[in-house]
């Protein structure tokens, strides 16, 4: 099979935690398909959850990319890098008018309801569309920013390495959030204004991203944002701990860092990812990961 080559790809932690075994999978596998397909990777740092950011979680980003030697062509280097330049803060402008076109365009609706009120008026974790109608002031404060979403609409999805899937926005994506209670714009929409920003044709995530995947495409259609179509995806499955449980970052035994502190090398933690993952073969770095997973 031949393969498919792109421009640009990007590792796009949040530092919210430690990471943990999961994203070094995902990083490996992103450095191993940028390889093979000729992709530059970028370093993106996704920093908008101001309430769970600290500089310990951002250090721990570049502690963890260097110890398992998988190595960025743009992007910081380092904790002063990352502030001076980098950080997603500087580009709000960005977002904001991405958020105002929405705003222009009549897309958007306002939402009040907490956590809790949607819990209760939610049969499956969808949001029921509670404020769609109640036309609340979209300068409102404590209310977030849904986008008004078609039932069922279609979506297209590029996959690696050259697939097209046909889908529609589940029932959880109903009204996403585009803008948050705090004014920052929400995950989905910062992630598209990035990847177009930056030129990246290739994203490499977690299968628990499909959704989002979904979501993100939708919404680049309604923003009139074409060349988000022809961004490439693929979604890796996730490492579950032993008991079926998805890792997370408040599992301390499964961060690098603790790896990494109890003097764990970095083929002992690719050793870890590849039984993990279900290889037989020992593996010792991402290049042999990548071998084992994606042929
Ligand atoms: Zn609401």
Not at 82 to 95: A, G, I
Request: charged fraction near 25%.
């Amino acid at each position: 099979m031949s393969q498919p080559q792109f421009h640009k790809t990007r590792i796009a932690p949040t530092p919210s935690g430690f990471l943990h075994l999961g994203n070094a999978l995902s990083f490996a596998l992103t450095a191993a398909i940028a390889e093979r397909s000729g992709a530059k990777i970028l370093l993106r740092i996704d920093d908008l959850d101001r309430e769970r950011v600290n500089r310990e979680y951002v250090q721990d980003i570049f502690d963890t990319l260097n110890f398992l030697q998988i190595h960025w062509h743009e992007g910081p280097r380092n904790y002063e890098d990352y502030e001076r330049d980098w950080s997603q803060t500087h580009r709000l402008d960005l977002y904001n008018e991405a958020l105002k076109q929405l705003r222009d365009k009549g897309k958007v609706f306002a939402c009040s309801c907490s956590r809790a009120a949607i819990k209760r008026a939610s049969t499956d974790d969808s949001y029921p569309g509670t404020c769609l109608h109640k036309s609340i002031d979209l300068d409102a404060p404590d209310s977030s920013w849904r986008l008004i979403t078609e039932a069922d609409a279609k979506v297209d999805i590029r996959t690696y390495p050259e697939d097209i899937i046909e889908t529609r926005l589940p029932a959880n994506m109903r009204y996403f959030v585009v803008r948050k209670k705090d004014d920052y714009p929400a995950y989905q929409l910062s992630s598209i204004i990035d990847d177009l920003h930056f030129g990246v044709d290739l994203i490499v995530r977690g299968q628990d991203l499909w959704a989002s995947t979904i979501a993100q495409e939708y919404l680049a259609q309604q923003m009139g944002l074409d060349a988000f179509g022809q961004i490439t995806f693929y979604h890796h499955p996730l490492l579950m701990e032993t008991g079926g449980l998805k890792l997370s970052k408040s599992a301390g035994s499964t961060s690098i860092k603790y790896l990494r502190d109890h003097g764990h090398s970095a083929m002992d933690v690719y050793g870890m990812i590849g039984r993990m993952a279900g290889i037989q073969r020992e593996v010792k770095d991402w290049q042999e990961l990548g071998k084992a997973l994606l042929e």
